[in-house]
């Protein structure tokens, strides 16, 4: 079925809104390399510039989701742009002032500026879009796109330019996003438009926040926001410390480049691949998100990624193509599964919540999910086998709770739990 005209608007929107926000935040690492060196300081300090505004990127988005559901997702995901792109322009003057404390400024104000997206965006989806479910699939690619794009765009630029016009230049798309959306035209609540409360609230009381937070923990979105953060500890260890892991395979010396092409490390390119092919997850999970339920969907995605996570310490000794293979089977069902639980959360959610709905799930795959920077850290100091042994038990968990909710929980939802796609 071909999207209407307000989909492929609302569609065409997020879509940039999504790509940019990864674009912004997987270049920052690229600077940090050419940081270290700039301003001589060490990788320590860098480290304490930098992770308050990640955490900010995860905890920011329960906040957010509260003022997406009283301003309205549109007018928040334009001020999401215009923010990450002003702060790279800051970030980009830092470098003329010679200071770091002013790139650290820059990179909180993008933190919280990014924090914005995830819960509006989604939240634009669930209330505006009918096919919701192709939509997510190429919200999700888009996603991908900005994440292999961003580093890709700001190590070549820095082959050429310096530091700081690389920053200025990277701001650029994120402005004219902006010009696009002041342009865009659709109805944001156009799939619930017989839900008189669906629009944004006039006014947000603390009384009303909490009473509106108990409601949603007393249902089932109680078991959605568990499985979900679950998904972040599998989600930001595994990609935070897989390059790293690739780099350290003997398998890796089959793919020894020139010393003319200096850092750029062979395994990067089988990491950047994986992120490619979570695209094609992505769309696949999007577009059967309209023919399973999301807990039975979830639950199959989190039984794979289980099995992937326990095969890679014997695939590490396979030889080269095993590994590729392995990392493109994983980095298809890594993000086949946001799909999913980005449609439980629309499914199990009333829709004038649905802002505050979705700030909590980004609270807990970016913000709570974190955690497993830490425990990975630690874990993998002791032992490759352990580490891979914690993410795979990760994934069971998700696989527990999703078929638990599959089982019959979702008899305490507000709403039908079956994807809407099946009332069509």
């Given at each position: 079925?071909?999207?209407?005209?307000?989909?492929?608007?609302?569609?065409?929107?997020?879509?940039?809104?999504?790509?940019?926000?990864?674009?912004?935040?997987?270049?920052?690492?690229?600077?940090?390399?050419?940081?270290?060196?700039?301003?001589?300081?060490?990788?320590?300090?860098?480290?304490?510039?930098?992770?308050?505004?990640?955490?900010?990127?995860?905890?920011?988005?329960?906040?957010?989701?509260?003022?997406?559901?009283?301003?309205?997702?549109?007018?928040?995901?334009?001020?999401?742009?215009?923010?990450?792109?002003?702060?790279?322009?800051?970030?980009?003057?830092?470098?003329?002032?010679?200071?770091?404390?002013?790139?650290?400024?820059?990179?909180?104000?993008?933190?919280?500026?990014?924090?914005?997206?995830?819960?509006?965006?989604?939240?634009?989806?669930?209330?505006?879009?009918?096919?919701?479910?192709?939509?997510?699939?190429?919200?999700?690619?888009?996603?991908?796109?900005?994440?292999?794009?961003?580093?890709?765009?700001?190590?070549?630029?820095?082959?050429?330019?310096?530091?700081?016009?690389?920053?200025?230049?990277?701001?650029?798309?994120?402005?004219?996003?902006?010009?696009?959306?002041?342009?865009?035209?659709?109805?944001?609540?156009?799939?619930?438009?017989?839900?008189?409360?669906?629009?944004?609230d006039e006014a947000l009381s603390l009384p009303e926040l909490v009473a509106n937070?108990?409601?949603?923990?007393?249902?089932?979105?109680?078991?959605?926001?568990?499985?979900?953060?679950?998904?972040?500890?599998?989600?930001?260890?595994?990609?935070?410390?897989?390059?790293?892991?690739?780099?350290?395979?003997?398998?890796?010396?089959?793919?020894?480049?020139?010393?003319?092409?200096?850092?750029?490390?062979?395994?990067?390119?089988?990491?950047?691949?994986?992120?490619?092919?979570?695209?094609?997850?992505?769309?696949?999970?999007?577009?059967?998100?309209?023919?399973?339920?999301?807990?039975?969907?979830?639950?199959?995605?989190?039984?794979?990624?289980?099995?992937?996570?326990?095969?890679?310490?014997?695939?590490?000794?396979?030889?080269?193509?095993?590994?590729?293979?392995?990392?493109?089977?994983?980095?298809?069902?890594?993000?086949?599964?946001?799909?999913?639980?980005?449609?439980?959360?629309?499914?199990?959610?009333?829709?004038?919540?649905?802002?505050?709905?979705?700030?909590?799930?980004?609270?807990?795959?970016?913000?709570?999910?974190?955690?497993?920077?830490?425990?990975?850290?630690?874990?993998?100091?002791?032992?490759?086998?352990?580490?891979?042994?914690?993410?795979?038990?990760?994934?069971?968990?998700?696989?527990?709770?999703?078929?638990?909710?599959?089982a019959g929980l979702d008899r305490f939802a507000d709403s039908d739990p079956t994807p809407?796609?099946?009332?069509?």
């Amino acid at each position: 079925m071909a999207l209407n005209a307000n989909d492929r608007s609302i569609a065409g929107f997020t879509m940039a809104g999504h790509a940019l926000v990864h674009w912004f935040e997987t270049s920052i690492p690229i600077l940090l390399v050419v940081w270290l060196a700039e301003f001589d300081v060490s990788l320590l300090v860098l480290g304490l510039v930098l992770a308050p505004s990640y955490g900010l990127f995860g905890f920011g988005a329960l906040p957010a989701g509260v003022l997406v559901d009283r301003f309205g997702a549109k007018r928040l995901v334009l001020l999401c742009l215009a923010g990450m792109s002003g702060a790279f322009l800051l970030i980009a003057g830092a470098g003329y002032l010679e200071s770091i404390y002013a790139i650290a400024v820059g990179l909180l104000l993008w933190g919280l500026a990014a924090s914005v997206y995830h819960p509006a965006g989604l939240a634009l989806i669930s209330t505006g879009v009918e096919d919701r479910g192709t939509v997510f699939a190429w919200h999700g690619m888009a996603g991908n796109a900005g994440i292999a794009l961003g580093p890709f765009a700001a190590a070549t630029l820095l082959i050429v330019l310096e530091w700081q016009h690389v920053a200025a230049i990277l701001a650029a798309p994120g402005a004219l996003a902006v010009l696009y959306g002041l342009s865009a035209d659709f109805e944001a609540t156009a799939a619930v438009e017989d839900d008189a409360d669906a629009g944004p609230d006039e006014a947000l009381s603390l009384p009303e926040l909490v009473a509106n937070t108990k409601v949603l923990f007393a249902s089932t979105f109680a078991l959605v926001f568990a499985i979900v953060t679950f998904e972040g500890l599998y989600y930001r260890g595994m990609l935070t410390y897989l390059p790293e892991i690739l780099h350290g395979l003997p398998a890796m010396d089959a793919l020894a480049l020139s010393e003319g092409l200096r850092g750029i490390e062979p395994a990067d390119y089988i990491y950047v691949g994986l992120l490619v092919v979570g695209m094609a997850g992505q769309y696949v999970g999007g577009k059967l998100t309209d023919r399973l339920p999301p807990a039975r969907g979830m639950a199959a995605i989190f039984a794979v990624l289980a099995v992937l996570a326990v095969a890679f310490v014997p695939v590490t000794g396979m030889g080269l193509a095993a590994i590729v293979a392995l990392c493109g089977v994983f980095g298809f069902f890594l993000f086949a599964i946001q799909p999913f639980y980005q449609n439980a959360v629309a499914v199990y959610t009333p829709a004038d919540t649905r802002g505050l709905s979705y700030g909590y799930t980004y609270f807990g795959e970016f913000g709570l999910g974190a955690a497993s920077i830490a425990l990975g850290g630690f874990v993998l100091d002791v032992s490759l086998g352990w580490f891979f042994a914690m993410i795979a038990t990760f994934a069971l968990v998700g696989l527990a709770l999703s078929t638990a909710l599959d089982a019959g929980l979702d008899r305490f939802a507000d709403s039908d739990p079956t994807p809407s796609a099946t009332d069509d």
